[in-house]
């Protein structure tokens, strides 16, 4: 079993609707969670952390439910710079390759 | 602020030749990584840095090895290019290895030909 699963996707969603992507984690001692963005033929950039008590940032809102190891990203409005692969990315320590593992990515494209 | 640099950003390589792709942040971070990013298959850590004077394996290290040159530099060495290697090479560092925000190069597309 892969320690991060996304639905790779692709969604596509009109402009101005609601998208929600899950992401679940194989490792229940994973200590730290957040969401990244990729745009095509560029590096990931951190879109934003997630905490136990889910945290918002504008359109953006993630949440975290440890007891079903699962995080949630929902975005509102969505805008045609949504455009992206958006990635899930778990972190623990100990244990062989220590630091952020990584989704696979669910590509999100968003249409006029 | 630069953040990560990575050179260079695209090569082209024969098979059985050697190359090596430079990595710096200027952040003070203490933990650096390289990764290798192929279709369908996500990011896999390659070789990770915890900090200054030690790495360690990541999840697909065969046909690699880094050097920890100082705080600021971390290197990627391909000692003989195979076909399989063709993907793109991401550096990123962190402040520690847990818990922080990672910040990446722009990437290096190298093909094996």
């Known amino acids: 079993r892969k320690e991060v699963e996304q639905d790779p996707g692709p969604f596509n969603v009109p402009e101005g609707a609601t998208v929600a992507f899950n992401c679940t984690y194989s490792n229940s001692a994973s200590q730290s969670f957040f969401w990244y963005r990729q745009d095509c033929r560029k590096e990931p950039k951190l879109l934003m952390s997630v905490y136990s008590s889910g945290n918002e940032d504008g359109r953006f809102t993630a949440q975290l439910n440890r007891a079903s190891q699962y995080i949630s990203l929902l975005i509102r409005d969505s805008k045609l710079s949504d455009s992206a692969t958006y990635l899930c990315v778990v972190s623990h320590s100990g244990g062989g390759a220590d630091g952020l593992t990584f989704g696979k990515g669910t590509h999100l494209i968003i249409q006029p | 602020n630069a953040g990560v640099t990575q050179t260079p950003k695209f090569q082209v390589l024969k098979t059985g030749q050697s190359m090596t792709l430079q990595c710096a942040q200027d952040?003070?971070?203490?933990?650096m990584y390289w990764y290798r990013q192929d279709p369908g298959m996500g990011l896999r850590l390659i070789y990770y840095s915890a900090s200054e004077g030690t790495t360690d394996k990541g999840e697909v290290p065969n046909g690699y090895n880094v050097s920890r040159l100082n705080k600021r530099e971390f290197s990627l060495r391909l000692e003989s290019a195979a076909p399989s290697q063709t993907s793109v090479y991401f550096c990123a560092s962190s402040e520690k290895l847990t818990s922080t925000e990672a910040f990446f190069g722009q990437g290096t597309r190298l093909t094996v030909v």
């Open positions: 952040m003070n971070h203490n933990s």
